[in-house]
């Protein structure tokens, strides 16, 4: 469905894209062969193949649900200008998060559906300790890291300072939260484990050691996944809510793990100029299905659900189809006008950091209603 009101962006794909199974020959072939997948569900007509998602197709051949991806269009927001990158971005409840360094902490309101272009600025905050360089964003709290290593809380509605900093013992690389405790990504050190309380005396409660260089995390439910630099993928369980001690590195990659993106049983693992690796996390352990490789190097990823990654290469952004994720395909893609570095997802938005600014863009799919809330894939937060 075309809406002339939207701005749009060309979907011009990338000259050069090669898709490696694990560094086996080229597969793209056998992905344009294949324009759907079957997801093995059984069925007696369309309808019991549909689900609720309007960037999919669904049909019944044979008995069996096969599901394809339809021409879809990208919205695209002003970019914000940011004057020193790159820095974190994260998209929750419709609220685009920048940390823009020494500029401070930005919170703008996406709540419009289409994106408008001009979004507007909620509100302005100051760090305390000079740059914000990362963040995590909770029901309550916003919880940022900046350059001297330090750790602080926010509250969410107000952005009042809550109670004392947290010194982590070298540079944040990244926070999330689960159960109560904050996760820290401390780049030589590992990761490490914050009981914050109400922040009026944090303190570690653990350390995760990694033989790598903690450079980013992703959480999904009790899972932490950890871009590990050199090291690979490295993947800690938050199931016992003691103290962590150590992370198991399940897998080796080619290049630097710098980002990943984690949901449901799938993760999406940033390799520079190795790629993307596509990783499954089966029973027998974490098993590679692909690399897919663009042109340039692979800064960051995002998942807008499981099936439909976003990996950021150069200037701009490849959506990759995943529903075969063993020969990962480009579904759209998004061009900014200086090079890409960071970014966020939520439902069917995403948000790019580049080097001079922040632009979000938002898939828009033949079923979407104008008035419709955003869907959003996979399982629980």
């Keep these: 469905m075309r809406r002339p009101a939207l701005l749009l962006i060309a979907l011009a794909l990338p000259a050069a894209v090669a898709c490696q199974d694990d560094g086996a020959a080229d597969v793209r072939d056998a992905a344009a062969d294949a324009a759907l997948t079957d997801a093995g569900l059984g069925c007696d007509g369309a309808l019991d193949c549909q689900d609720d998602d309007p960037c999919t197709t669904a049909t019944c051949a044979a008995g069996r649900c096969v599901f394809g991806r339809p021409a ?3 919205v695209a927001g002003d970019p914000i200008p940011v004057a020193v990158g790159p820095h974190a971005v994260a998209l929750v409840d ?25 979004l507007r600025l909620e509100r302005h905050l100051e760090g305390e300790e000079g740059s914000v360089d990362h963040l995590a964003v909770a029901t309550d709290r916003i919880v940022i890291g900046e350059q001297a290593g330090v750790v602080r809380a926010l509250d969410r509605a107000s952005g009042a300072p809550v109670g004392v900093a947290w010194a982590a013992s070298d540079e944040v690389r990244g926070v999330v939260f689960q159960g109560g405790r904050v996760f820290v990504a401390s780049y030589a050190k590992g990761i490490e484990v914050v009981q914050p309380g109400d922040w009026s005396a944090p303190s570690r409660t653990g350390r995760a050691d990694t033989p790598g260089r903690a450079s980013a995390l992703a959480r999904q439910g009790t899972l932490l996944a950890v871009a590990d630099g050199l090291a690979g993928l490295a993947l800690v369980d938050l199931t016992d809510a003691g103290p962590v001690r150590r992370a198991d590195v399940l897998l080796e ?5 710098e980002g990943v993106a984690l949901q449901s049983d799938r993760v999406l693992l940033a390799e520079g100029p190795a790629g993307a690796g596509i990783i499954d996390l089966l029973p027998g352990g974490p098993t590679r299905l692909a690399t897919f490789l663009p042109a340039e190097p692979v800064a960051d990823v995002a998942l807008l659900g499981r099936d439909l990654g976003v ?8 959506i990759v189809d995943l529903q075969a994720p063993e020969a990962p395909t480009v579904w759209l893609a998004a061009s900014t006008a200086t090079p890409a ?27 979407d209603a104008p008035d419709a809330g955003i869907p959003a894939d996979g399982g629980p937060p």
Aim: glycine share 10%.
């Design 311 to 318: 990996v950021v290469a150069g200037n701009g952004a490849l």
């Design 72 to 74: 879809a269009e990208l």
């Design 94 to 118: 419709g609220e685009l998060y920048i940390a823009k360094g020494l500029e401070g902490l930005e919170i703008w309101d996406l709540s419009a559906f289409p994106l408008p272009p001009s």
């Design 253 to 257: 990659t080619a290049g630097r793990a």
């Design 341 to 367: 570095h960071h970014v966020a997802a939520e439902g069917r938005r995403f948000a790019v950091a580049t080097d001079d600014a922040v632009q979000v863009f938002e898939v828009v799919c033949p079923e």
